[in-house]
């Protein structure tokens, strides 16, 4: 059974520009979240959509969105990039929603750097 | 809102024991372990839910305190491979659907 998959794994940007990160799910699971992930902060939540619908967001700004597809895959965009913004981008994948005990499912990551 | 990890980094000798610990401020619903390696994605380990078991898993095992919203990760008899970060993750009682995690502890297994 394939894991999450995230692409790019690795892209430089250039500040003001924007990028959108993908990510597919493990086949049957619903629920996608998104994580920044700095070595100074850990783990920071941005989002999780279940059923193409957004349930939280964590404490980001507006530049930061996403969105999920009618097939579980899902996507995060970036505007208007700062260079605070490099650090690796987990995605993790449920079966069901979380909140109710679900164990999220990582993939590997996109690596941002912002320049 | 985000739970607090001890200690924050730890070094030990292969076969020694080591503990690491989780808390938080808020009732918890739930609380997930994950172990990250250098430039890998973090790694289940276990799951606890209120009023349920302590789990374990070969050597190693985790409790949650429902009183004291705390979770303990025991790990027994450490291996060279046991060698990363720490995660806790926790939901809150109220659902309000997102895991939170603290920022680590770090670990280091020495020969």
């Known amino acids: 059974k394939a894991g999450v998959t995230q692409t790019p794994r690795y892209l430089i940007k250039t500040r003001g520009q924007q990028v959108t990160l993908s990510c597919s799910p493990i086949s049957g699971h619903r629920s996608v979240s998104w994580y920044q992930q700095t070595p100074g902060q850990g783990l920071q939540f941005l989002f999780e959509?279940?059923?193409?619908?957004?349930?939280n967001k964590g404490n980001f700004p507006g530049r930061f969105s996403g969105r999920q597809f009618s097939n579980s895959r899902s996507e995060m965009n970036v505007s208007t990039l700062e260079l605070g913004d490099s650090a690796l981008y987990l995605c993790?994948?449920?079966?069901?929603?979380?909140?109710?005990?679900?164990?999220?499912?990582f993939g590997e990551g996109s690596w941002l750097t912002v320049v | 809102q985000q739970p607090v990890q001890s200690p924050q980094a730890v070094i030990l000798r292969e076969g020694e024991d080591a503990v690491i610990n989780c808390s938080s401020s808020?009732?918890?619903?739930?609380v997930h372990w994950y172990r990250q390696k250098h430039g890998e994605a973090p790694v289940f380990l276990m799951i606890l839910l209120k009023g349920g078991e302590q789990k374990g898993h070969e050597k190693i095992s985790a409790s949650f305190n429902e009183k004291k919203q705390q979770s303990s990760l025991y790990l027994t008899a450490s291996q060279l491979s046991y060698s990363g970060t720490y995660f806790c993750g926790t939901e809150r009682m109220n659902r309000d659907d997102k895991i939170i995690f603290g920022k680590g502890t770090r670990l280091h297994i020495l020969p």
């Open positions: 808020k009732a918890l619903y739930s």
């Open positions: 959509y279940f059923s193409e619908t957004q349930r």
């Open positions: 993790a994948s449920s079966l069901g929603s979380t909140g109710y005990g679900n164990t999220i499912y």
